[in-house]
C-alpha cells in the first residue's frame, strides 16, 4: 500500500469547492428559517372575519357566491343578480343585474 503524506497542500479548487459548498448550505438554512419565520407571522396574525349569522335573500333568490368589501357585503345569486347589503347583513342597499350574452 502506498502511504499519502499528511502535509500535502490542499487544491485550489478543492478548496473553493468545500468553501462555496458552505456558503449554498448556509444560504439554504437562512432561506429556511426566513420561510418558517413568514409562515408563522402569517398564519398567527389576527385578521379575523366578521360574518353576519345569516341573511335573508328575497324570495325565490339562491346564492352562488359571495364577497365582502368595506362596509358591505355583495351575493351574487344564480338568476344573474348581484345583491349588496349593509355590513350587518339585514339591509338590502342595490340589486345589479348581470347581462350576459
Known amino acids: ?9 490542499e487544491p485550489a479548487n478543492l478548496r473553493f469547492l468545500r468553501r462555496l459548498v458552505t456558503v ?3 444560504t439554504m438554512i437562512f432561506g429556511l428559517v426566513a420561510i418558517f419565520t ?4 402569517r398564519f398567527s396574525s389576527d385578521t379575523s372575519v366578521d360574518y353576519p349569522a345569516s341573511i335573508t335573500l328575497p324570495d ?3 346564492a352562488s357566491a359571495f364577497t365582502q368589501g368595506g362596509d358591505w357585503l355583495a351575493i351574487v345569486t344564480q338568476e344573474n343578480e ?3 347589503y349593509d355590513k350587518t347583513g339585514e339591509t338590502l342597499i342595490q340589486t345589479l343585474q348581470i347581462k350576459t350574452k
Open 1 to 9: 500500500m502506498t502511504d499519502y503524506p499528511e502535509d500535502l497542500p
Open 24 to 26: 449554498l448550505t448556509l
Open 38 to 41: 413568514v409562515l408563522v407571522m
Open 60 to 62: 325565490g333568490k339562491t
Open 82 to 84: 348581484i345583491l349588496i
